[in-house]
């Protein structure tokens, strides 16, 4: 069965400090994988998506970024974190090449102070 | 794109009491859609999903409805239980030019007892 990993649960970070969110994938091959983002009481945006590796497709203009060094990991990034940069951010994956659900990471919340 | 507006609408039902949430979406050409259920502090978990070649979907204790023609989808909750108390998101894939969902604003659904 597939399984998705997303560390760490919680993270307090400075404002202007780096940041680095980790998710793997088990089980499966060559999955979609995406980075979304949740403020407090609200939808979820997406950030990135990947359909391989080095291949990173950019949602919105921000202060992150995603990189996809192996098949199942996906990393999203910031040089310098902001305060509008806290949220809980899920990362998520799909099969490829068949439009079905997502699944899911259990999210990291992130504040930034 | 994100779901910009207020807090998240809040429905309140009694236990034992169907529900029905609802959801617009506004690209004909979304082919797939899904709603998922988010407790707080986790990940959105799937619930049940529809194409766009049918009308209606049914699972234990879930169905849902999609209105092709005014782009409304529901999601019908028979008998609501408190483990039922979350918030609910509806999602779409808009085409496969582009593997990734799209999430409605959500709703939170509160269960009294």
């Known amino acids: 069965s597939q399984t998705i990993h997303q560390w760490p649960a919680t993270l307090v970070q400075p404002v202007g400090s780096p940041l680095s969110l980790e998710c793997t994938v088990e089980?499966?091959?060559?999955?979609?994988l995406y980075w979304y983002r949740q403020a407090a009481g609200r939808g979820l945006q997406l950030l990135f998506y990947s359909v391989g590796i080095g291949q990173i497709s950019s949602e919105v203009p921000q202060n992150l970024s995603a990189s996809r060094p192996q098949d199942r990991q996906f990393i999203l990034s910031s040089k310098k974190l902001l305060l509008s940069d806290s949220g809980f951010y899920l990362c998520?994956?799909?099969?490829?090449?068949?439009?079905?659900?997502?699944?899911f990471g259990q999210g990291t919340r992130l504040t930034v102070v | 794109g994100e779901s910009v507006g207020l807090h998240l609408p809040t429905l309140s039902v009694q236990e034992g009491d169907n529900s029905i949430i609802n959801c617009a979406y506004s690209?004909?050409?979304?082919?797939?859609f899904i709603w998922y259920k988010q407790e707080s502090g986790k990940g959105p978990q799937f619930i049940i999903d529809i194409r766009s070649n049918m009308d209606k979907r049914q699972g234990q204790r879930v169905t849902v409805l999609l209105n092709k023609t005014v782009k409304h989808l529901s999601l019908q909750i028979a008998a609501t239980q408190p483990g039922d108390s979350a918030v609910y998101f509806c999602a779409e894939n808009r085409g496969t030019g582009r593997r990734a969902l799209t999430f409605g604003s959500g709703t939170r659904l509160q269960v009294q007892p």
């Open positions: 998520a994956w799909s099969p490829s090449l068949s439009d079905t659900e997502a699944f």
């Open positions: 089980g499966t091959s060559n999955p979609n």
């Open positions: 690209n004909s050409a979304s082919d797939y």
